[in-house]
């Protein structure tokens, strides 16, 4: 059980010749986040946001070169990686291949020299948990990759540290597998209650794992919020557009009086926006985000948002079918029901819900009106 | 890469077998002819200043060998060159490839040299150490010990077995360096982390990680040297001379005068085919020694 406070952390990288991301002098960028006790954290982003950087900076495998690192309120910016008794599962699982499996979990604790006895039982309480009490004698190499995810975590868990890391733990799995790993984490997740922190690219994973994300671009932290905060007021146009599949659509838009207009659409705007749009001076242009799942097929759109477009691209999911929708210059996804009658090329009216929509300012990429959106608790959230 | 079905015809393995046919017989006209003739001679009396007393000899040959004192002294020689290089060769190799393995300036340029000597021809070490550092007048050894006060050492005369150890070692240890240095590159970088996190030490970290990652290939350097170091002749050859006395005379070496000095070729026969029972005991046990480790690592 652990807090961990990050308090302005960095990590710049000397621009050495050859090394490889030199080109971002700074990986990560004035990190601060304090975790509650027995918290899950995600830390989720495209590649190169320094969301494994930063978790490699917790484990101690990378030094900050600011900021400090306090777990249990003790720094441990200095502190070697083996005395931080932090348990990481890699992505590549890094099981030592010549141990069997029982050694390979048994290892940390043969180090510290625990009585044999209780390390049997510590590891087969994990391998129990875990369901591979009957791989223990197995080497690595003959185990299924879905077998050494398991083993990966069993390593960890036998350690009961203070604070677990997950390095995109189940991106070598096949997608049914990496459904079941994902429940199967949050189980484990509940059942230990140990402060996890836990990096993906996957935005899925991080919305139904995480109990509050992180969000990061370019090394510097976009929002930390509950995944129904994120989906439902993120910070910026980047955030909105990562989280949720298909991503938001954007449409610039012009403001003619008390309606958005651009090619194709138009949509009146409900008074908060209208506030939105004057606050901080007059805004003429700004960005529409509107997601997939908030578009329908009507014929009459009567007051609502309206978009118009030519349908491109058709992909029938099953129970519902996602159409590529041009409206102008901008390729527009909607999400549509299952057996839609419409075929490349028609014309298609869809309508929105002007509260669903969120605004953008045109240059800084910032929501505009955040704080008059309506707020949910993050207790709620986390429920 | 498919895999052929494993229920495949005969027939489709007919061909494999005479497409192997040429390589198989090459290999045993080249292994089997030498040593059935070298056994033919070693029962017979032959010697290169008699030629007219030739016949068959029982295992005279054989007697005179193993009643030989030289004989044995020539074989224990060999053990220890072998051992003692062997020795020096993995741990120096060992030491040097995990601090190349490590980053600093000049590493490209540091390595280049230290696997210089191994592209040295063994009569031109044997020739560098005789003369420019052993010697006792103008040798490089020999003037250190000079300047710090100290009384040049005889080497080749006082320490000829060292001597020979030293040049041999320093003539095989980037051959070590340089393929241990591929076994650490091999290393993922994810299992040393892992083990830091489970909280290893660097010795543990070594010990528990590296080593064992490296069994395989400290197999194959082990197994080659020794196989090379068995036949060593050309650094004493062009130094001691198997000498004094017999001091440096190893196997090789003892056949070589047998057959070029007393002109005995039944006798130095015989003692090539005790050459061929060593390495084969050699490599008796070395592979007893791998499998026993394979086995005790299954077992972990």
């Known amino acids: 059980m652990a807090i961990v406070e990050l308090k302005g952390v960095a990590k710049r990288y000397d621009s050495a010749p050859g090394r490889k991301g030199n080109d971002h ?5 004035d990190f601060n986040l304090t975790t509650k006790d027995g918290e899950f954290v995600v830390l ?12 490699r900076m917790i484990a101690g495998l990378e030094h900050n070169t600011a900021g400090e690192i306090r777990i249990n309120g003790k720094d441990v910016s200095n502190v070697e990686p083996r005395d931080r008794d932090i348990a990481m599962v890699f992505q590549s699982y890094a099981l030592y291949p010549h141990m069997s499996v029982y050694h390979n979990m048994a290892f940390a604790l043969e180090l510290k020299k625990t009585p044999k006895d209780e390390v049997k039982q510590r590891v087969q309480e994990a391998a129990r948990i875990l369901d591979i009490e009957h791989l223990l004698d197995r080497k690595p190499r003959a ?26 733990p189940l991106s070598n799995l096949d997608a049914r597998l990496r459904v079941e790993m994902r429940a199967e984490i949050t189980r484990l997740h509940r059942r230990l209650g140990v402060t996890t922190f836990y990096v993906t690219h996957d935005q899925t994973e991080a919305m139904t794992m995480g109990q509050r994300i992180v969000v990061m671009r370019d090394g510097r932290i976009q929002q930390i919020d509950t995944p129904y905060n994120l989906y439902e007021r993120p910070v910026n146009r980047f955030v909105a557009g990562f989280i949720g599949t298909p991503s938001m659509n954007f449409l610039q838009a012009d403001r003619q009086g008390d309606t958005l207009k651009g090619e194709g659409f138009s949509c009146p705007l409900n008074p908060r926006q209208q506030a939105a749009l004057e606050g901080g001076g007059q805004r003429s242009r700004c960005w529409l985000g509107i997601r997939p799942e908030h578009l329908h097929q009507v014929e009459e759109s009567g007051g609502r948002g309206r978009l118009e477009g030519v349908i491109e691209v058709i992909e029938p999911l099953g129970p519902v079918t996602m159409a590529q929708v041009r409206a102008g210059e901008t390729l527009i996804t909607a999400q549509l029901a299952a057996h839609l009658d419409v075929r490349i090329g028609d014309v298609l009216t869809l309508a929105f819900d002007p509260d669903h929509v969120h605004l953008f300012d045109i240059e800084s990429d910032r929501t505009l009106g955040l704080e008059a959106y309506p707020a949910t608790s993050s207790a709620q959230a986390t429920a | 890469m498919s895999a052929p079905p494993a229920n495949a015809s005969p027939k489709r393995r007919a061909p494999t077998k005479r497409l192997m046919a040429p390589s198989v017989l090459f290999l045993l006209v080249w292994m089997i002819v030498p040593l059935a003739m070298t056994l033919y001679y070693s029962f017979q009396d032959y010697n290169l200043m008699m030629p007219d007393m030739r016949g068959f000899a029982g295992g005279l040959s054989y007697e005179l060998l193993f009643t030989d004192p030289v004989f044995w002294d020539a074989l224990l020689n060999t053990l220890l060159l072998v051992a003692t290089c062997l020795l020096v060769t993995v741990v120096a190799g060992l030491a040097l490839a995990l601090l190349f393995n490590r980053t600093f300036v000049g590493r490209g340029i540091a390595r280049t040299l230290a696997i210089s000597p191994f592209f040295v021809m063994p009569v031109v070490t044997g020739l560098i150490w ?18 710090v006060g100290l009384e040049p050492v005889q080497w080749l005369s006082s320490y000829p077995l060292l001597s020979v150890v030293m040049m041999i070692s320093w003539e095989w240890t980037p051959f070590a360096l340089l393929i241990l240095l591929t076994g650490l590159q091999s290393l993922p970088e994810d299992q040393l982390e892992a083990v830091r996190l489970d909280g290893a030490n660097r010795w543990q970290e070594f010990r528990h990680i590296v080593l064992p990652h ?3 290939v400290l197999y194959v350097v082990i197994m080659l040297e020794s196989i090379f170091f068995l036949t060593s002749f050309a650094e004493i050859y062009a130094t001691t001379s198997g000498g004094p006395g017999t001091a440096t005379t190893n196997l090789p070496y003892y056949i070589y005068l047998g057959a070029f000095f007393q002109y005995d070729i039944g006798l130095s026969s015989a003692a090539a085919i005790g050459a061929v029972v060593l390495a084969n005991i050699f490599a008796i046990f070395l592979i007893r020694f791998v499998a026993g480790n394979l086995n005790a690592g299954s077992q972990r």
């Open chain 1, 25 to 29: 002098a700074n990986a990560v960028e």
């Open chain 1, 44 to 55: 989720v982003g495209p590649s190169g946001c320094g969301k494994s950087t930063t978790m």
């Open chain 2, 130 to 147: 005789k003369y420019m550092l052993l010697d006792p007048v103008y040798g490089l050894f020999s003037w250190v010990m000079r300047s």
């Open chain 1, 143 to 168: 185990l299924s990759g879905g077998q050494r995810q398991r083993v990966a975590l069993g390593r960890a868990l036998v350690r009961q540290p203070q604070v677990f890391l997950m390095d995109e």
């Open chain 2, 214 to 216: 490296l069994g395989q």
